[in-house]
């Protein structure tokens, strides 16, 4: 039923104009995104940066699914469903902590960090402890990038860790401290949330601290760019080159896009004023301008790298109309808070900008629900709005199984 309502939509979904209004607000579409998207492909988690002593943990909650994400005693990243082997409990019950092993709240059933059951108190002679292990999930990680995935046998990451690595590894991610995190609860869509992030259509109306820094343009060529971005990107290019650097954009098809950007002029970080938010440049890095690599990766994920810090943001679906983006400033691993940089300045600009996005998902999931909205027309500069489309719908036809899919492994 639900896959015929999908195909149904599928069908219903012109390429240039935002999804029909059932993808973003039905419960019914919800579910389905969670099997056809969510329970199949790699989702971004976090920084090796937040787990870096064995037993450091972080958890995500994806719809009903809660992951734990740990680094075990030999300094291995693995994941598990943070679900009980015993009845079902929840087993780490924070955003983020650390263990020396995973003690279950209810009857205190102990896992190792490996995931083996190692007590379970009070059961009887011959209870068979190794097949109540946690039940394990996918892990790649990526220049210290953590991703997950729910299905028995994921796509690959190749293309992807092959791509991006040589725009991100230089900035030596591995190398670097959690300076401070925020989770909100945005009552929106997820699609609309990632809507939101792809253009900057709506920057110049409602994003003042973020446009000291940020240039709107989302492409070296772009048709809309005036002759000083022109100049900028000139100048900021011949210096990377100069510097090893790469910057083009990377050919990531509908899946991921990496790029590296300038700032405006004399801007070097994401701050209220353009100057440094970071003394400590990260990596080796001498030169602050470096502008930053903007990394996407659907379903849930974009990053910035400057030469100061390290910006990820994450997004997990919690229900139709609710969305948590958790986003992860990093500096580097020797920073001292107070003398290498502020926390304030450090997050100001983001911080900020985050909730400006958050109202405007919000208002944007209210207007979808209304019976007068229709699919509308995307400008030009939506046009990652459109790849995005593209993408999802392409994962939707491939579980509903109707003819607008392509099989992935024809891709
Ligand atoms: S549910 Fe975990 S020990 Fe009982
Ligand atoms: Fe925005």
Same mark, same amino acid.
């Given at each position: 039923m639900i896959k015929d309502r999908v195909n149904q939509l599928l069908q219903e979904r012109q390429r240039g104009f935002s999804l029909p209004g059932a993808f973003y607000v039905d419960d019914d579409m919800f579910e389905a995104d969670l099997e056809a998207v969510f329970a199949t492909d790699w989702l971004f988690a976090g920084s090796v940066a937040e787990i870096r002593g064995p037993g450091d943990y972080i958890t995500m909650e994806i719809g009903r699914d809660s992951i734990v994400i740990l680094r075990d005693r030999e300094g291995e990243v693995r994941a598990f469903f943070n679900t009980c082997r015993h009845r079902g409990s929840r087993l780490c019950l924070h955003e983020t902590g650390r263990a020396n092993r995973i003690v279950c709240p209810y009857h205190q059933w102990v896992y190792e960090l490996d995931g083996s059951l190692i007590n379970a108190r009070q059961m009887p002679e011959g209870f068979d402890r190794a097949s109540h292990g946690l039940h394990p999930v996918h892990v790649e990680v990526i220049c210290g990038l953590i991703y997950v995935c729910l299905a028995e046998t994921p796509p690959s990451l190749e293309k992807f860790r092959k791509t991006v690595t040589p725009y991100i590894a230089p900035h030596q991610p591995d190398r670097t401290k959690v300076a401070f995190f925020s989770t909100i609860i945005e009552e929106a869509n997820w699609k609309l949330v990632i809507d939101n992030n792809r253009e900057c259509y709506h920057c110049a109306g409602n994003h003042p601290a973020l446009l000291v820094t940020l240039?709107? /343009? $989302?492409? =070296?060529?772009? %048709?809309?760019?005036n002759a000083t971005f022109k100049g900028l990107m000139d100048r900021s290019t011949a210096r990377w080159d100069g510097l090893g650097l790469p910057h083009a954009p990377a050919d990531g098809g509908t899946e991921f896009r990496c790029i590296r950007l300038p700032f405006n002029d004399d801007c070097l970080s994401f701050t209220m004023d353009g100057? %440094?938010?970071?003394?400590?440049?990260? $990596?080796? /890095?001498?030169? =602050?301008?470096?502008g930053s690599v903007r990394m996407f990766r659907v379903p849930n994920n974009w990053n910035h790298f400057l030469s100061d810090h390290i910006l990820h943001f994450r997004v997990l679906p919690l229900s139709a109309n609710r969305t948590a983006v958790k986003t992860t400033w990093l500096v580097h691993e020797d920073a001292v808070e107070g003398v290498d940089y502020d926390l304030k300045r450090l997050t100001e600009v983001w911080t900020e900008t985050n909730d400006e996005d958050r109202i405007l998902a919000e208002n944007n999931h209210k207007g979808v629900r209304s019976r007068a909205y229709q699919p509308g027309p995307l400008a030009p500069s939506e046009f990652m709005l459109n790849n995005f489309a593209d993408w999802y719908c392409t994962k939707m036809a491939d579980w509903a199984g109707g003819p607008g899919g392509r099989r992935i492994a024809a891709e």
């Open positions: 240039v709107e /343009f $989302a492409l =070296p060529d772009d %048709p809309a760019a100057k %440094p938010a970071c003394n400590k440049l990260l $990596a080796d /890095f001498t030169e =602050p301008d470096l």
